[in-house]
């Protein structure tokens, strides 16, 4: 079993920057895939970004690429998300998941671990 334990939310105004962090514990980070998904009030969870085990590889939705950075530190069971540039319309709780297969890392159904997500309150 894998808890993942989200922090670094909060409220910040247009254009600014943010740094989530996902702490992991119970299982071998470091054969984890991992991703962020967010969820807006109303609306569906999407991806956000993922990574995979190695760090190697990285992906992301249209709607962030250029102005957000996964990354992961296998050495301290730690993923990030640095988030620059911020939009109003990111505002949402955002999660973090894990998973040790994966064939599309955009895809919901593919992760079995998720954290209890933490809240991005974007002001304009």
């Known amino acids: 079993q894998v808890q993942l334990v989200e922090s670094g939310g909060g409220l910040v105004q247009a254009g600014g920057s943010l740094r989530l962090s996902c702490a992991a514990s119970?299982?071998?980070?470091?054969?984890?895939?991992m991703g962020w998904f967010r969820q807006a009030p109303g609306k569906e969870r999407e991806f956000v970004a993922a990574?995979?085990?190695?760090?190697?590889?990285?992906y992301y939705a249209d709607s962030v690429k250029g102005r957000f950075t996964i990354s992961r530190d296998n050495a301290e069971n730690t993923l990030y998300l640095r988030m620059d540039s911020l939009k109003p319309e990111d505002t949402a709780v955002y999660y973090c998941?894990?998973?040790?297969?994966?064939?599309?890392?955009?895809?919901?159904?593919?992760?079995?671990?998720w954290g209890q997500g933490t809240q991005v309150t974007v002001s304009s």
């Open positions: 990574i995979n085990w190695g760090g190697v590889r990285t």
């Open positions: 998941a894990g998973t040790t297969d994966s064939r599309d890392f955009s895809q919901l159904a593919e992760y079995s671990y």
């Open positions: 119970g299982h071998s980070f470091s054969v984890l895939d």
